[in-house]
């Protein structure tokens, strides 16, 4: 793997942290964007490596269409490095180096308008020097009746932007990284299961006494309502996290108690004369508890990722 694929594998599992991935994928163009910039950057490597392997005789002239196809990926790579930067919201700054990578390149793709400039400057391959290697460009203009002989190199052009795209990369990484950092050591000591108390097995039993007793329904009653403000002090805890959303597990259990809490409220308003039983209401009580379980799970999950990660980062 080269090492630009390695910082692309590196900034792929960044993004794909969960409060990264939530932020970044609410914006469908922006997530969309940068899918395509880091399939691009890896797929024009996959294209350089294969274009060092291939063999071509030197008089062949598949080598034009191979040529003008490896200037043109060292073109789209660069758009993608760019557009990378643009779906994440991280200024670029243009290197030197690509703009010279770049210019070579329009200067091959675009040799017949003359440019933008006042002396219109015209472009040829001398077809006696291509090889894979490279090739000669003759430019000319002829306002200053002046003749310009250069020798493209492909594996220099290559090592340039390489060693720029690289440099470039790993600033990004660094920046994502610190990003990162910087809200770890911000939610760093605060924990998402201590949302849920210790009485939570408690309530529970009284939940399910007052349903089996048919007495006692304020103890049911009330229990019910802690519980539900037990789901809105997660909720609100995963808000402040900027994880409202980011993990499907814990979104299917929010979504899933809401019309088992709405009934066992209701059998304990209505002082169990509605269309629950008390059979119901046990079975109702049972499953909101083992989803609750699955939540506090889930929520020492992530506290615990946190913690492991954090102790890495300050290795």
């Known amino acids: 793997m080269s090492k630009i694929n390695e910082l692309v594998s590196q900034i792929r599992e960044l993004i794909n942290e969960p409060r990264k991935h939530l932020a970044i994928s609410e914006d469908d163009t922006e997530w969309y964007r940068l899918c395509s910039s880091l399939d691009a950057i890896g797929d024009t490597e996959l294209a350089f490596h294969e274009y060092e392997k291939l ?39 243009s290197d030197p180096l690509l703009r ?21 400057r015209f472009r040829f391959i001398s077809r006696m020097s291509l090889n894979k290697s490279g090739f000669q460009l003759v430019t000319v203009v002829p306002e200053m ?38 809200y770890r050591n911000q939610i760093r000591g605060e ?47 995963l808000d402040e996290r900027q994880i409202a959303g980011a993990y499907s597990g814990i ?10 809490l709405r009934e066992l409220a209701r059998f304990f308003d209505e002082k169990g004369t509605g269309r629950l039983t008390e059979d119901d209401a046990e079975i109702f009580t049972v499953f909101v508890q083992n989803g609750m379980s699955q939540l506090q799970h889930m929520a020492r999950g992530i506290d615990d ?8 980062d300050s290795a």
């Not at 200037?71 to 700054?93: G, T």
């Not at 979104?251 to 088992?260: G, I, N, Q, T, V």
């Open 55 to 93: 063999s071509v005789p030197i008089k062949s002239r598949a080598i034009y269409i191979l040529v003008y196809g490896f200037l043109q990926a060292l073109y789209l790579q660069q758009d993608a490095v760019r557009n990378l930067h643009k779906a994440l919201q991280i200024p670029y700054k």
């Open 100 to 120: 010279e990578v770049r210019e070579v390149r329009n200067a091959v793709v675009h040799p017949t308008d003359g440019g933008q400039s006042k002396e219109k």
């Open 145 to 182: 009746s002046l003749r310009k002989f250069i020798q493209v190199s492909l594996g220099s052009l290559l090592e340039k932007q390489h060693i720029q795209v690289e440099n470039v990369l790993k600033a990004l990484l660094e920046k994502l990284r610190k990003e990162e950092m910087d």
């Open 191 to 237: 924990s998402l299961e201590s949302v849920f108390p210790d009485a939570l097995g408690y309530y529970f039993e009284k939940i399910c006494e007052s349903a089996r007793s048919g007495s006692s329904w304020e103890y049911g009653k009330a229990h019910i309502a802690d519980i539900c403000d037990i789901l809105e002090n997660f909720k609100s805890a």
């Open 251 to 260: 979104e299917y259990h929010l979504e899933h108690l809401k019309y088992p």
């Open 305 to 312: 990722e946190i913690a492991i990660d954090s102790r890495t």
